[in-house]
């Protein structure tokens, strides 16, 4: 076994990490160093991950490049199943965390768009919010800068329960679709949402002026 120690927490290959942690041993990983297994594009986009990490707590500079966004399905079907976004990063790419199954946090400070399906069929989500986050949380996704989606973001988390998007004003399709198939979704709270959208007939919520919430 492999043992570390982060800001007086004993950690066994990989497990048992929190947000605190991560601050301090930034990547860990008894396989692959990071480096090896991601890569960033001239543009400041993360590309092309092939590691196995659960936990990432990704820097603002990687391979000497400011980290501005997340390139299209970039972590798609990965292990992951918590991640730390910069500050630096603006926007996620479609399709970057579809299929992580194992997906439990995500904090992503300044995030003002998601692109198409960026989230969809993360089973393990089970609220999203633009509140921050509490030290040693370890579930949810904050959200606390986004103001656009494109569309389908959500689509599939069936554990999915709570929406709280207070400053979310733009959806690329109508609001269903952005969370079609979230078979336990009762909750919706999207204040900012200036027209009413078009939202299925099975939903279990419901839209008007002033956003959308639960039946």
Same mark, same amino acid.
């Given at each position: 076994? #492999?043992?570390? &120690?982060?800001?007086g927490?004993?950690i066994? *290959?990989?497990?048992? +990490?929190?947000?605190?942690?991560? &601050?301090? +041993?930034?990547?860990?990983?008894?396989n692959?160093? /990071?480096?090896?297994?991601?890569? +960033?594009?001239?543009? =400041?986009?993360?590309?092309? &991950?092939?590691?196995?990490?659960?936990?990432?707590?990704i820097?603002?500079?990687?391979k000497? !490049?400011?980290?501005?966004?997340?390139?299209?399905?970039?972590? !798609?079907h @990965? *292990?992951?199943?918590? +991640?730390?976004?910069?500050?630096?990063?603006? $926007?996620?790419?479609?399709?970057?965390f579809?299929?992580?199954? *194992?997906?439990?946090?995500?904090?992503?400070? !300044?995030?003002y768009? #998601?692109?198409?399906?960026?989230?969809?069929?993360?089973?393990?989500?089970?609220?999203?919010?633009?509140?921050?986050?509490?030290?040693g949380?370890?579930? =949810?996704? &904050?959200f606390? @800068? /986004?103001?656009?989606? #494109?569309?389908? $973001?959500?689509?599939?988390?069936?554990n999915?329960?709570?929406v709280?998007?207070?400053? /979310?004003a733009?959806?690329?399709?109508?609001? =269903?679709?952005?969370?079609q198939?979230?078979?336990?979704?009762?909750?919706?709270? /999207?204040?900012? #949402? !200036?027209?009413?959208?078009?939202?299925?007939?099975?939903r279990?919520?419901r839209?008007?002026?002033?956003?959308?919430?639960s039946r």
């Amino acid at each position: 076994s #492999i043992y570390i &120690y982060a800001m007086g927490v004993k950690i066994e *290959n990989g497990e048992g +990490i929190k947000r605190t942690d991560l &601050y301090s +041993i930034s990547f860990f990983n008894y396989n692959t160093p /990071l480096e090896e297994c991601l890569d +960033i594009t001239e543009n =400041g986009k993360l590309t092309n &991950y092939t590691g196995n990490y659960s936990h990432l707590n990704i820097p603002t500079i990687f391979k000497g !490049k400011t980290v501005v966004g997340l390139e299209p399905s970039v972590f !798609k079907h @990965s *292990n992951l199943k918590y +991640i730390t976004l910069p500050e630096t990063c603006q $926007t996620i790419g479609g399709y970057v965390f579809e299929y992580c199954e *194992n997906l439990e946090f995500v904090y992503a400070p !300044k995030v003002y768009k #998601i692109y198409v399906s960026a989230f969809a069929y993360c089973n393990s989500l089970t609220f999203v919010t633009d509140c921050e986050p509490e030290l040693g949380v370890t579930t =949810g996704a &904050y959200f606390p @800068s /986004l103001t656009e989606t #494109i569309g389908f $973001t959500f689509n599939g988390c069936k554990n999915l329960e709570s929406v709280n998007l207070t400053k /979310l004003a733009e959806f690329g399709y109508s609001l =269903g679709y952005d969370f079609q198939k979230c078979e336990k979704l009762t909750n919706v709270n /999207l204040p900012a #949402i !200036k027209l009413i959208p078009i939202i299925p007939a099975n939903r279990k919520y419901r839209a008007s002026a002033a956003g959308a919430h639960s039946r």
